[in-house]
């Protein structure tokens, strides 16, 4: 395989994770975001998967952003009369974001993002190495 083919590769995995990086910050971000009105539904949390296609150009399967859909899990509910957004019955819709998975996400995207970038680097030094070994 060439060495352009492994950037491009490894490229696309980053840009993939990145992607899945910012949503997983947005989820977090809006992990206590409520609805404004009575009975309204919370921030949703979003979710990202990704699939393989061929890059013509390079000719070698990259990875890129499949979709970004909402998951559809239930809202949990918090009493809370108080609140603007509470139904008849004093509850509140709780978004559907869970901090612990979205934590487990964020830190398996980063290694994944850092396993690329070190491909890269791999790769990088190779082709210096090549140019060294030319040069001399």
Same mark, same amino acid.
């Given at each position: 395989?060439? /060495?352009?083919?492994?950037? +491009?590769?490894?490229?696309?995995?980053? =840009?993939?994770?990145?992607?899945?990086?910012?949503?997983? &910050?947005?989820?977090? +971000?809006?992990?206590?975001? /409520?609805?404004? !009105? @009575?009975?309204?539904? @919370?921030?949703?949390?979003?979710?990202? !998967? *990704?699939? =393989?296609?061929?890059?013509?150009?390079?000719?070698?399967?990259?990875?890129?952003?499949?979709?970004?859909?909402?998951? !559809?899990?239930?809202?949990?509910?918090?009493?809370? @009369?108080?609140?603007?957004? &509470?139904?008849?019955?004093? *509850?509140?819709?709780?978004?559907?974001?869970?901090? %612990?998975?979205?934590?487990?996400? /964020?830190?398996?995207?980063?290694?994944?993002?850092? +396993?690329? %970038?070190?491909?890269?680097?791999?790769?990088?030094?190779?082709?210096?190495? =090549?140019?060294?070994?030319?040069?001399?």
């Amino acid at each position: 395989m060439s /060495l352009e083919k492994v950037l +491009a590769i490894s490229a696309s995995g980053m =840009t993939v994770q990145a992607a899945r990086l910012r949503i997983v &910050a947005e989820n977090i +971000a809006n992990a206590q975001s /409520l609805g404004d !009105t @009575p009975g309204s539904d @919370p921030y949703r949390r979003k979710m990202i !998967t *990704f699939k =393989t296609v061929l890059d013509q150009n390079i000719g070698a399967q990259v990875v890129r952003v499949d979709r970004v859909f909402f998951d !559809t899990s239930e809202f949990g509910r918090k009493h809370d @009369p108080a609140h603007p957004a &509470a139904g008849k019955d004093g *509850f509140v819709k709780m978004p559907n974001v869970k901090p %612990l998975i979205e934590m487990m996400d /964020l830190r398996e995207s980063q290694r994944s993002y850092e +396993a690329n %970038l070190s491909v890269i680097d791999v790769a990088k030094r190779m082709l210096q190495g =090549t140019i060294d070994i030319l040069r001399a």
